[in-house]
Nanobody
């Protein structure tokens, strides 16, 4: 079972930027895709961004043009660059790695967008 460790969360003002990073304990190219979900209080967990083994990316409509997902195969890390952040981006962000129907999850990192 892979271990996923997130870092980079925190408090940011509206319009600001944060960069999340997820370190995997194994080769991230072993997975069908890796990426980020988020969950705000009272809401279901939703997909934010993903990148598959072929390098194709997918984004939630709410973050398109503001967030960018990337990966470093040598370091086995996945990053989420978040720009022009909004209060509605406030949530716990979870890194994931998927193999067919199986998901591995990180512990989550809190992101708060507030003035």
């Amino acid at each position: 079972q892979v271990q996923l460790v997130e870092s980079g969360g925190g408090l940011v003002q509206p319009g600001g930027s944060l960069r999340l990073s997820c370190a995997a304990s194994t080769n991230i190219f072993m997975f069908n895709d890796v990426g980020w979900y988020r969950q705000a209080p009272g809401n279901q967990r939703e997909l934010v961004a993903s990148i598959n083994v072929g390098g194709n990316t997918n984004y939630a409509d709410s973050v398109k043009g503001r967030f960018t997902i990337s990966r470093d195969g040598a370091a086995n890390t996945v990053a989420l660059q978040m720009n022009t952040m909004k209060p509605e981006d406030t949530a716990i962000y979870y890194c994931y790695a998927r193999t067919l129907r199986h998901y591995d999850w990180g512990q989550g990192t809190q992101v708060t967008v507030s003035s």
